[in-house]
T-cell receptor, first 114, second 115 residues
């Protein structure tokens, strides 16, 4: 259904745990993104990768660590998260990062921090 | 001032109604504009791009007013399946800067179409 696949769909973790979110796109895109969506707030861009290189870090705390081994895969490594990090984490991809390029989103990972 | 501002609604309309959403943006250098749709607990999906001359896609019409930094979406003959959150999205036109092409989302307008 969607060319952008995210796993897991749901994740519950304690504040001391370490986990990773995975995103894979099958659209031949070369740019990938992580967004955070909290209740009643706009989507917030976290990271941008273009051809595997990080081009934007939107002042994200270091407890979130992205990894992009190739243009089709993107990870978000999580450690010592806080309760306020509970949110929907969305991955997106596009043909490049130029203005005018629409982004295609995955289903998201719904993260709950205990 | 928020970068992209939308009336959060909710808008509750009967089937067949015409409904319009408005959006304003603060960055005058913005170059590209989109409407995305997000169903409950699902990912955002591109509904349509917004062009300077205005554009139409079936029952949906998008308008852009650069002078007023204002975008609109008109839905005619509303269907039950149109119920969703509609996201106004803007990209900066800061060519050469890292913000080039970065999508900035409004908080969304909730639409509920009832029988």
């Amino acid at each position: 259904e969607t060319g952008v696949t995210q796993t897991p769909r749901h994740l519950v973790m304690g504040m001391t745990n370490k986990k990773s979110l995975k995103c894979e796109q099958h659209l031949g895109h070369n740019a990938m993104y992580w967004y955070k969506q909290s209740a009643k707030k706009p989507l917030e861009l976290m990271f941008v990768y273009n051809f595997k290189e990080q081009t934007e870090n939107n002042s994200v705390p270091s407890r979130f660590s992205p990894e992009c081994p190739n243009s089709s895969h993107l990870f978000l490594h999580l450690h010592t998260l806080q309760p306020e990090d509970s949110a929907l984490y969305l991955c997106a991809s596009s043909f490049g990062t130029g203005s005018g390029q629409p982004q295609h989103f995955g289903d998201g990972t719904r993260l709950s921090i205990l | 001032r928020k970068e992209v501002e939308q009336d959060p609604g909710p808008f509750n309309v009967p089937e067949g109604a015409t409904v319009a959403f408005n959006c304003t943006y603060s960055n005058s250098a913005s170059q590209s504009f989109f409407w995305y749709r997000q169903d409950c607990r699902k990912e955002p999906k591109l509904l349509m791009s917004v062009y300077s001359s205005g554009n139409e896609d079936g029952r949906f019409t998008a308008q852009l007013n650069r002078a007023s930094q204002y975008i609109s979406l008109l839905i005619r003959d509303s269907k039950l399946s149109d119920s969703a959150t509609y996201l106004c999205v803007v990209t900066a036109g800061n060519a050469g800067g890292t913000s080039y092409g970065k999508l900035t989302f409004g908080q969304g307008t909730i639409l509920t179409v009832h029988p």
